[in-house]
């Protein structure tokens, strides 16, 4: 019989980091947790994958990227060129991107550079090297950001959708609340109004 | 081929390195994440690292060759290296890259042309390439209760497999 029940894809992951074995870590960290990981080694390259770039040109379109959604974000602090923390501020200065929670990581503890970054929007901070035990602190913050975006979505639109979605713990791809996945947009389109941008579910 | 002494052999260089504290509980982590899903994970990051180290040593010794030395450099090397080791566990390794560091800090490297002059960086390093040995344990035949114990009969014997000739020639378990 038809099953009313939407099928559960797993949360997916973008890992940042220059350094070839904490990549491998991060990666099987996030994956034994039952996360869909990608991982970049480059604030830039993280910026392209999510669909921003510095110099407006436009995207190249790969068919095999498109209407990638990513969850949250797991960025090194310490990077050559763009580090953890402005790859932070770019994802933060972006409506598009801006609700994705970022995770920054860090193999020093510098409690100055701690709170810069939880005030500059990094929704948590972990200590390298990271641990299985940190990555269960992960889908809280995705889940937070899903019921905060779904809720400024109501704001906005004044849908006649309820809340549902807040207390269903699965990330249903049948969800009508597409908004929060944050599809790569293949061209250079920042700037979008809440309202426009949307699609709705019918 | 004598699977049990080589077994004990590998256990016990394993239980040296953590002894001496070349090795902290994240390798052991490392190897908690190997299971049927990634069943070769250590050597896999241990091999990575290895690539990451040795390219970072190479920049650091020519760092050190220049004159003026430029500490920036160095020092961002440096805590590229001990991030790395970190990963994977290397306890000694990330302790000899902080004390290096503070000479960088002091700008305190005069006389110093290689790396080996200055610290034992290099020399705590080569000797973690005996954790190549380690996924072989996982690959031999059933242990009996005897291996499990780790029973270690000398550091001598523990030596033997380090004095063998092809020791970098081992890439890994060779899949029968």
């Known amino acids: 019989m038809a099953a009313a029940v939407a099928t559960e894809t797993p949360f997916h992951v973008l890992a940042v980091d220059d350094s ?39 995207v190249p379109v790969h068919t095999d990227q498109l209407d990638v959604a990513v969850n949250l974000i797991i960025t090194d602090y310490c990077m ?16 598009s991107l801006r609700d994705i929670p970022v995770v920054i990581m860090s193999s020093e503890n510098i409690p100055s550079r701690i709170n810069r970054c939880l005030e500059e929007g990094a929704d948590e901070f972990f200590l390298k ?28 639109q004044q849908s006649d959708s309820n809340s549902d979605e807040c207390s269903n713990p699965t990330n249903t791809s049948s969800s009508s609340d597409s908004s929060s996945n944050r599809k790569r947009k293949a061209a250079d389109n920042e700037e979008i109004l809440p309202q426009a941008n949307r699609s709705r579910h019918s | 081929m004598d ?20 090795l902290d509980e994240q390798f ?54 001990k991030g790395s080791g970190s990963s994977i566990g290397a ?21 110093y042309r290689t790396l080996d002059d200055s610290s034992s ?33 000398s550091e001598a014997e523990a030596g033997d497999i380090f004095s063998c000739k092809h020791k970098h020639q081992i890439k890994g378990p060779v899949s029968t």
């Open chain 1, 20 to 58: 070839l074995p904490d990549r491998k870590l991060i990666e099987r960290l996030l994956k034994t947790s039952s996360f869909q990981v990608t991982t970049v080694d480059s604030g830039s390259k993280a910026l392209q994958f999510l669909g921003l770039h510095d110099d407006h040109s436009p």
């Open chain 1, 80 to 95: 050559p060129g763009m580090t953890g923390y402005d790859l932070l501020k770019k994802i933060k200065e972006s409506s």
């Open chain 1, 129 to 156: 090297p990271v641990r299985l035990s940190d990555m269960n602190k992960l889908k809280p913050h995705i889940l937070k950001s899903r019921c905060r975006e779904h809720y400024h979505q109501e704001q906005h």
């Open chain 2, 3 to 22: 699977y049990t002494n080589l077994r004990r052999q590998i256990i016990s260089m394993k239980k040296s390195l953590f002894d001496q504290g070349y």
């Open chain 2, 28 to 81: 052991n982590q490392l190897e908690e994440l190997q299971d049927d899903s990634s069943p070769n994970f250590v050597d896999e990051v241990v091999a990575l690292f290895f690539k990451d180290s040795s390219r970072l040593l190479t920049n650091i010794e020519q760092a050190l060759e220049k004159y003026p030395q430029d500490f920036y450099r160095l020092d961002s090397l440096v805590y590229q290296f």
């Open chain 2, 91 to 111: 306890l000694r390794m990330k302790n000899e890259c902080s004390m290096f560091k503070a000479h960088c800090n002091d700008r305190d490297l005069e006389g």
């Open chain 2, 121 to 153: 960086i290099p020399a705590s390093h080569s000797l973690l390439e005996q954790l190549h040995l380690i996924p072989w344990l996982t690959q031999m035949p059933p242990v009996t209760p005897e291996d499990k114990e780790g029973a270690c009969h």
